[in-house]
């Protein structure tokens, strides 16, 4: 264990040296940026609007005591939101997406020797491949986590519509009521952290690919469990830190 | 030229090279020939850094390759080109993109000057107007030939390549074989090459170096090949009735 640790750190080390040409290398943030921000749009937004929409009914059945006020739904359905289903849940989907992706593309490239190939030229292998990711990881999963905020306190207002758990007037109110800026702070610093987890630690099962088409599958499902695991364990750690 | 002195590589208890020696000469095609396992490629890859040897030491002229950290290993890598065994290409990029890789990285050349490069490196090697093409689409003779246009696009001062023969039918194993000895003389290169076909054996190699269990068993050119007592190297090249055969007429 320690000396996976100990790998991973000096690979994250080589990850940043000074590019060969800063040009070819933002070139690739580009293009990572826009397969993990708008590659992973979709399905975010899909998962977003439904869990906001179940999270309000959910807590709108709870607290059906006429001693509450039905506004309350809407309180506990944002910050639900905020602190916990956009960030982490997210980022354990983006974890399978974008994770996988990112191990089984790095190992595949390690498997056929193209790996060799960038380092025979004199190329930064694991600047050229890993940084690029991490850049893209840690800015496109706060937006990510943004959108997924927004449609999830939209999916709650659609379920209060459609289903009538509270009235669409009552949600509102609650949404808007003891609003804490700090949520967002922390919602964002999760999200920050979760996309450096996925990105590094799935790089990281992919550039030490050995073997053939099994092994590469194998990184893959590696990476998409250990960054799951450290994305759960950070959740606990920025949540008890921050709150 | 590269001197190689005294090399060995341990992987665990496994002892894959055991002090091997040599001189590769510029202008010539360097064989390092042997059977499945004797070596070949790890010495291939100690010499270009892709492994650390566990011994020994590697010259690019009078430079310790060995002794260099990354950085200073870059202005002699890019002096390098090496095709690999399956050409390595980069799969998201066209063929003209990873002709033009290394050019992007390493030069300040303007996209025109890059792109008549990477079309004089395939016309060189006879993929014209395949620029556009990405390495799924090419034949496996195809990848190598692209494989050996983006290893001469930066004008290399030494050429390494690993099995290039392999997977090829043999008209276009010669064809290969063929290619990269013009491009030796042509760009004064030390080309290093690293096979167990005897085609390219008997058609290309100036200088042989014959590996057997991880040792250099013998040296020489293709002409002395045929006329040697050495038992384990005739063992390996006169193994089929073919070579036999052709051995007894010459």
């Known amino acids: ?243 | 030229m590269i001197d190689i002195k005294d090399i060995y590589k341990t992987f665990g208890d496994n002892d894959v090279l055991k002090g091997i020696s040599a001189t590769f000469q510029t202008g010539k095609n360097n064989l390092i020939i042997g059977g499945s396992g004797s070596g070949k490629t790890t010495l291939l890859k100690c010499i270009v850094g892709l492994h650390d040897p566990t011994k020994g030491e590697v010259f690019f002229e009078q430079d310790n390759f060995t002794q260099m950290d990354f950085t200073q290993r870059v202005p002699i890598r890019t002096q390098i080109g090496m095709l690999f065994q399956n050409s390595a290409l980069f799969d998201s990029m066209t063929v003209e993109e990873n002709i033009m890789f290394p050019l992007n990285l390493f030069t300040d050349q303007t996209k025109a000057e890059k792109l008549d490069r990477a079309n004089f490196c395939l016309e060189r090697v006879n993929l014209k107007d395949k620029n556009k093409l990405y390495p799924s689409e090419l034949s496996g003779g195809m990848k190598k030939r692209v494989g050996i246009a983006r290893a001469i696009s930066m004008q290399p001062k030494y050429l390494f390549v690993d099995e290039p023969n392999s997977g090829l039918d043999p008209k276009t194993s010669i064809l290969i074989d063929e290619l990269i000895a013009e491009l030796t003389v042509e760009y004064n290169m030390t080309t290093v090459i690293v096979t167990h076909d005897m085609n390219s054996v008997m058609g290309i190699g100036d200088h042989i170096i014959f590996l057997h269990q991880g040792k250099k068993n013998w040296e020489g050119s293709n002409k002395e090949i045929a006329h040697t007592d050495n038992q384990e190297l005739n063992d390996f090249v006169f193994a089929s009735k073919f070579m036999q055969a052709a051995k007894e007429k010459l």
């Open chain 1, 1 to 243: 264990m320690f000396q996976s640790l100990g790998r991973y750190i000096l690979l994250l080390q080589l990850s940043f040296r000074k590019p060969e040409k800063f040009s070819v290398y933002w070139r690739e943030v580009m293009v990572e940026m826009v397969s993990v921000g708008i590659g992973s749009l979709g399905i975010i937004s899909i998962i977003s609007l439904f869990i906001g929409a179940a999270t309000t009914i959910q807590v709108a059945f709870q607290l059906s005591s006429p001693l509450v006020p039905r506004s309350i739904a809407g309180s506990i359905s944002r910050d639900s939101n905020i602190l916990e289903f956009s960030p982490t849940i997210s980022s354990l989907v983006l974890a399978g997406r974008v994770g996988s992706s990112f191990a089984s593309q790095i190992g595949t490239m390690r498997v056929t020797e193209q790996i060799d190939a960038l380092e025979i030229m004199g190329v930064n292998a694991p600047g050229y491949l890993i940084s690029p990711k991490i850049i893209a990881g840690i800015t496109m999963v706060p937006m990510l986590v943004i959108i997924s905020i927004m449609l999830g306190i939209t999916g709650g207002y659609i379920a209060c519509f459609v289903t009538g758990a509270i009235s669409p007037a009552d949600y509102i109110m609650g949404v808007n009521d003891g609003f804490d800026g700090l949520t967002i702070r922390v919602a964002l610093v999760k999200a920050t952290v979760f996309g450096f987890l996925i990105a590094s630690i799935c790089s990281y099962q992919g550039f030490y690919t050995s073997g053939g088409a099994l092994e590469v599958g194998q990184s893959a499902t590696k990476g998409v469990v250990f960054s799951c695991v450290w994305i759960l364990f950070a959740d606990l750690m920025i949540t008890s830190l921050m709150l």
